[in-house]
């Protein structure tokens, strides 16, 4: 009997993505979540439900901050690889509560990896982000780029990065370390931007810009992060490594909400704002590591991901 791949995290946007993709590809899968409330427990377990309904998902409710808790899922799973996905996200919340976010995303990786080093599992993805590197001129590249992040989200996920790197060079395990860059697509989370343009252009409500809106985000579509990530699980590598994760082409915010208000039909009411600490200027990912190691290379343009956005938007609506 084959073991199971243990996905932390496994009922939110991505984990429910990378679930649903692999198990069916007939591959078992083992979803933790804690079902935290920073957004409600009936969309992530609406997330969840095609894999569930593929017959090779199993979901457990456990927190990755209890060892106790941990030992138990791994004693029984006996996973060999393992997706580290939970963590507490929000870039502007985690400047106010900071404390929090530390303790899930630091303290639950440390409990994450302790575990996976005493059960013998042989691969770790850790989920980074690249709020990670703050401001940067040009495409971030993870070999050179200092890191110098702007908010405590940011610096958390540089310290688990560190954690991970300690353990690859002392257990018998490898740890991919992938930075992702503003992940979109169905089941996002109603906090992040594309969910909230487009509810309030829908509503025919104001929409808030901070700043002028020309800052840019590397948008990345969720099937292209879960390409990723599956190749990062069975990638050809030893001790630690980190990888960019994005589409390599950044764009405006008012650029993106313009191809909102067209798929839409809707024009939006743009409310001006100040800027707002914690945001970097732009994002972008130089990807010339994802697509040498692992063949990575994203398909769905920022056109065709907005699309495919607003349409599931519309169904979950109930909007023709």
Sequence with gaps: MTS???????????????????????????CLDNFDSYYPRTLKQRNLQPALDSGRA????????????????????????????AGRPGVRLSLSRSGAYFDNNVRGTLNVLRTCAEYGV?????ASSSSVYGVVDGPANE????CRPLSPYGASK????????AFAS????SVVALR????????????????????L????????????????????????????????MGANTDGYDVINLGRGSPVSLLHLIGLIERQLGRTAQLRHLAERPGDPPSTWANIAKARRILGYDPRVSIEEGVAQYVCWFRQQMGID
């Design 58 to 85: 199993k979901l457990v409710a456990a927190d990755v901050r209890s060892r106790a808790a941990l030992d138990e899922v791994f004693r029984d799973a006996q996973p060999e690889t393992v997706v580290h996905l």
């Design 122 to 126: 042989r691969r770790m993805v850790f």
């Design 180 to 199: 992702f860059f503003t992940v979109f697509g169905p089941r996002q989370r109603p906090d992040m931007a594309i969910n909230r343009f487009t509810r």
């Design 4 to 30: 199971p791949v243990l996905i932390t995290g496994g009922a939110g946007f991505i984990g429910s993505h990378l679930a649903e993709r692999l198990s069916h590809q007939g591959i078992d899968v083992l």
């Design 158 to 165: 540089v310290a688990a990065e560190a954690l991970c790197s």
């Design 143 to 146: 070999d050179v780029t200092v």
């Design 201 to 232: 252009i829908a509503a025919g409500q104001s929409v808030p810009v901070y700043g002028s809106g020309a800052s840019l985000r590397d948008y990345t579509f969720v099937s292209d992060i879960v390409d990723g990530v599956e190749a990062a």
């Design 170 to 173: 002392s257990a018998p395990m």
